[in-house]
């Protein structure tokens, strides 16, 4: 079959909707390839109200067969940070900068590979809807492909991580950027696991306590 150019998400996002709104239309999208091969569309979690925005890279494994985010493991260690920063999960607006599944089939399993350029470019426009629904005060970027997301460039987590920055738009809202927590997984029961968890936990309280200000 050709290759079909795709405009990106634009022509599937609903204008000026709400988060229940966008998390219908959602299902619908074709605006890149990873539609076909994933389960169904991983939207949001949390209140449409809410003063603090998680935004990680995409669903993992579990996440395409729940239909949710940050139910696997990464989102235990989530879980965990939260907590650890006196964070309440169920105040907090959490989504990804891409809402399908990208995997490579190795046998039965899927392995995460993580998302181009140009899917997160295809997907912003669902971003860019659920920050003018939900109007955070502050959005976390979970790692690089979150912050590229977010703040529109390149982004060296280590060399801009905790920190708050102005966002993007001309609204008043900020941007922290901090480590994905899946990056944390591979240090579990390892050297540098303590230092990485309490920089995680460290970066949400920062953003929760600009979110609540
Ligand atoms: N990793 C992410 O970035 N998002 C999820 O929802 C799960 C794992
Ligand atoms: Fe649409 Fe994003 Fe899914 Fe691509 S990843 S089909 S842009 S929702």
Not at 5 to 10: D, F, I, L, Y
Not at 116 to 145: K, S
């Amino acid at each position: 079959m050709a290759e079909v150019a795709r405009p990106g998400a634009e022509q599937w996002v609903p204008g000026g909707a709400d988060i229940a709104t966008l998390r219908d239309a959602a299902d619908a999208c074709r605006g890149c390839e990873l539609w076909a091969d994933a389960t169904q569309v991983v939207f949001s979690e949390g209140p449409d109200d809410a003063a603090l925005m998680l935004v990680g890279e995409q669903p993992g494994d579990r996440e395409d067969r729940e239909g949710e985010p940050f139910v696997g493991p990464a989102g235990r260690v989530l879980a965990d940070a939260l907590a650890a920063a006196g964070v309440d999960p169920e105040q907090v607006y959490v989504t990804n900068a891409v809402k399908h599944f990208r995997f490579e089939q190795r046998g039965k399993r899927r392995l995460h590979k993580t998302p181009d350029v140009a899917h997160i470019r295809a997907c912003l426009p669902w971003l860019q809807a659920e920050v003018a629904a939900v109007r955070p005060r502050v959005v976390v970027a979970l790692g690089a492909t979150a912050a590229r997301a977010v703040l529109g460039r390149a982004v060296r987590v280590g060399a801009e991580r905790g920190q708050l920055l102005p966002a993007p738009d001309d609204g008043d809202g900020a941007v922290v950027v901090t480590t994905h927590p899946s990056a944390l997984l591979r240090l579990r029961d390892r050297d540098g696991w303590d230092e990485a968890f309490d920089a995680l936990a460290a970066d949400l309280r920062t953003a929760a306590r600009a979110a609540a200000a």
